[in-house]
């Protein structure tokens, strides 16, 4: 008889380790069940500020594989099933069908948690009014896109990371007034330097956003059941629309409450196997925590590209193969408009923060020749240790080809190696791709000169 | 009394070298004096395609630093003097004053060769003819310009390799019947496997290249001294210009005159430190033998990336610092029109006559997540030793944002990873910029695969 693959949560976790668990095992072996209480599938969260700026054209394009289509590979997907509890003595999970309200216990033999993670919402007063939103799911993109037909004019986004530059972006581009408001003195704050950060201000100013920086939100002001202001202690702004966007927290409860391990920063723990300490249980995805390579700390980064390699890796080692994740160097990338802005590794605060006696190097280079049409300047700020030379981490912001650049720098800081060695790498070189020094070795070359 | 350092040519590798120097030693500590036979220094050879092709404005643009510049800096350069001849017994150079025709000898306490390498011009029949030209030097360019001034009307690019491509290019882009003969039967059979170079093929001949594959010229006809027609077994091309681009040898004659080793890859052999084996003699840039950190062998590569890596590093160390090149991977890129090409390493076959047990696998990725407007698709092949997965090499065929990604792989290659490890390493992800694997990842993976 096969045994059954229970999978909480159909989406880039759940599902790369069913569709990779289903090429090793056959359906005899292993059957795979997938539980999602939402009703759609393995979409792509990330595109959802690209499809509330139009450029996707409709929300199925984000949609990487339906459940239909998991269906015809041989995996079964339930979605608007909600696992309501799990028992691991039992090896048994509560699932609450949310369409007919009925309750169903299942049986599992392994079972992969990948419950994903939710975006932190502030209990500030006014929060639930109609019109405050966040950008997680397709059905909060359908939420924001009936408020733009329904004419929202003045939209605030709360923080200015990764989302909230993104949304801010996409907003802009259909037409709306846009203020940002951001607590930090800087955006990008948990991404980048305050002086890399600059040119990410000056450049969402130019494209005629508000951005208050240093500004709490304390709350909204309601009207009717619908905000009409956000509020903070440098005054009111007035909104009809408002997108949070505060980052997440691992969805970790279902878990806790089965004992399950969670760690200090609040994810599921797992081994580099994506095993839980409980046996027969794994977890994957923006769930779980993962160890940084360079801090060797425990951290919760909820990530597409994390959730896709945790999940193939557990459904390899689920069907009976041997796949481990290597861990995370919490490498990201963005755009706002034509600003590229990319990170890998610790900032200078992170550094300091985690006990390096750090120091940080910024260079100013071209991305191609000088003579060559078309070069734009990039700023890289390089990280090392001042003692040793040790590669802790770099970030970039300029125009087009600077940010996957990010890449090199990501590859020598996983391999672990020294700003002097980096200096002298064979990188590609002709004049319509970069100088002949190519800026990742110019900024090597500074950081190593300070040694 | 200061000591006195002899460069012997002007360009990347000297000039590098020299500049390196003088930062670190004052004119008290050390008198630098470079010769250099043409009458420019410091310039950017890579970059004489693209002033043919009209994107660069004028010679003048490609000169990173002229004989004034450098001796405000405190470094002497004698333009259109050649040395004759190194006496390493007495510490001399014989100097010919190319416009005075006069000759002296100058002492030396350090002695940098940095004589670059020479076009490979076969001896066919017609090769000096007018109009048979190569692409090497700014006179060179000026030749070409002149003939195109002229009104020539149908090139001939004998080689296609980096330069016949660049000067096909630019050629067309002056408004030239191009038409490009090889030897071989792909273009770039040199740089790429021949999978990967059919898509370089595809794209000369869309563009109106008449590409000649599997043709060995054998001769020019000449009419009153001007080349009218290239010559090949199979039949006659007319032309009024011809562009030479075979490859080039090192400039190496001088140092064996000399008595200073010569590799037999045919340049001048020096150790990681760029000295020579004879006291007191350095010897950098195109004109050297380099270590190949893959196969362990003697190569020469005339590349700028080397040349100003190498005279930097023999700057620092005849100044009396401490440096080393590390060696080279043989990575290169360059662009056809909109197809960019780059290669790292070893390509299959190259693998195959270094003695490895070799597997290349190619793998066709988007640039962009699939949803993103201007998603491209690029091939990326990966060479890796079948038994354990070692990383030997790589090349990439694609459209905009292809090409750089060859400095991941190249940084990969440099720190000897395997292709397992590859397909787990933490590069960015968002819309804009790759799928949720990277194309490089998705290629190492699917490398690791077939392990």
Redesign the interface.
């Known amino acids: 008889m096969a045994r059954r693959l229970v999978i909480i949560g159909g989406d880039?976790a759940g599902m790369s380790a069913a569709a990779q668990a289903r090429r090793m095992a056959s359906v005899d072996e292993l059957e795979i069940v997938a539980f999602e209480r939402g009703s759609r599938t393995s979409y792509?969260a990330?595109?959802l500020p690209?499809l509330i700026g139009g450029?996707?054209e409709t929300p199925d394009?984000?949609v990487a594989r339906t459940p239909q289509e998991h269906r015809a590979k041989g995996i079964e997907v339930r979605i608007r099933h909600e696992v309501a509890a799990i028992d691991t003595h039992a090896s048994k999970v509560k699932v609450h069908d949310l369409d007919h309200d009925r309750e169903s216990v299942v049986h599992y033999d392994e079972l992969l948690i990948a419950t994903g993670a939710s975006g932190i919402v502030p209990p500030w007063p006014g929060i639930d009014a109609e019109g405050v939103l966040q950008l997680r799911t397709l059905e909060d993109a359908a939420k924001v896109e009936q408020r733009l037909v329904a004419g929202a004019q003045r939209a605030v986004v709360v923080g200015a990371g990764y989302i909230g530059l993104e949304v801010a972006e996409g907003l802009l581009a259909r037409g709306l007034d846009v203020t940002v408001v951001e607590r930090l003195d800087a955006p990008m704050g948990a991404a980048l330097d305050a002086d890399m950060a600059a040119a990410v201000a000056d450049a969402m100013r130019r494209a005629g956003i508000d951005l208050r920086l240093g500004t709490a939100v304390t709350g909204f002001t309601v009207i009717d059941g619908r905000v009409t202001a956000v509020e903070s202690a440098a005054g009111s702004v007035l909104a009809d629309l408002v997108v949070i966007g505060l980052g997440v927290r691992a969805n970790a409860e279902l878990a806790r409450a089965a004992g399950i391990g969670v760690g200090e920063a609040g994810g599921i723990i797992v081994d580099d196997h994506l095993r839980t300490g409980t046996p027969h249980v794994w977890a994957a995805g923006d769930c779980v925590e993962s160890r940084h390579?360079i801090t060797g700390r425990a951290v919760v980064l909820a990530?597409?590209?994390?959730a896709?390699?945790q999940g193939r890796a557990a459904g390899t080692n689920i069907a009976g193969g041997e796949a481990?994740?290597?861990?995370?160097?919490?490498?990201?990338?963005?755009?706002f408009q034509h600003l590229?802005i990319?990170r890998?590794g610790l900032t200078e605060r992170e550094a300091a923060a985690a006990g390096f006696d750090a120091l940080g190097i910024t260079t100013e280079a071209p991305s191609r020749?000088h003579?060559?049409?078309g070069a734009q300047s990039m700023r890289i700020k390089v990280v090392f240790e001042r003692r040793t030379g040790r590669f802790l981490g770099a970030q970039i912001v300029g125009l087009e080809?600077a940010?996957?650049?990010?890449?090199?720098l990501?590859?020598?800081l996983?391999?672990g190696?020294t700003v002097q060695?980096m200096g002298?790498?064979?990188?590609?070189?002709?004049?319509?791709?970069?100088p002949?020094?190519?800026p990742?070795l110019l900024a090597a070359g500074k950081a190593a000169s300070k040694l």
Request: glycine content about 12%.
């Open positions: 880039a792509s990330c595109g690209y450029l996707v394009r984000l390579r990530l597409g590209t994390h896709n390699k481990s994740f290597g861990g995370v160097l919490g490498t990201a990338i963005t755009k590229e990319a890998t020749a003579y060559y049409p080809g940010g996957k650049r990010i890449d090199v990501a590859t020598a996983w391999t190696m060695e002298g790498m064979d990188l590609s070189y002709a004049p319509p791709f970069s002949v020094w190519d990742v």
